[in-house]
Nanobody
Framework: QVQVVASGGGLVQPGESLRLSCVLS????????VDWYRQAPEKQREWVAG???????SYVDSVKGRFTISKDNAKMTEYLQMNSLNADDTAVYYC???????????????WGQGTQVTVSS
């Protein structure tokens, strides 16, 4: 059974940092592509950042220079490092993992359950 567990959210003050994690558990899968999204109250879900199969990363303008994607293949974990947080970053953050199946070579996408980030003084 495949599971993606998100964690790392919390309540922080403006200017502080958080690191979100999404851990993939499931046999025969490898981390490949990732997209991070967020949804603020009463707003639509917004794409925040992503990494392609080739390793190229991209970010929405509002987080460029502050957020960074990384991964640890050994730990089957994707990370979103968020620095210099501000109130506009308050949202539930979701990861979508585009995994690679070793057995059939196909891509399978899995979502994390979301983790709340609140930035407030």
């Amino acid at each position: 059974q495949v599971q993606v567990v998100a964690s790392g959210g919390g309540l922080v003050q403006p200017g502080e940092s958080l690191r979100l994690s999404c851990v993939l558990s499931g046999r025969g899968l490898r981390l490949n592509v990732v997209d991070w999204y967020r949804q603020a109250p009463e707003k639509q879900r917004e794409w925040v950042a992503g990494r392609t199969r080739d390793g190229d990363t991209s970010y929405v303008d509002s987080v460029k220079g502050r957020f960074t994607i990384s991964k640890d293949n050994a730990k089957m974990t994707e990370y979103l490092q968020m620095n210099s947080l501000n109130a506009d970053d308050t949202a539930v953050y979701y990861c979508k993992l585009g995994t690679h199946s070793v057995s059939d070579g196909r891509r399978y996408d899995y979502w994390g359950q979301g983790t709340q980030v609140t930035v407030s003084s």
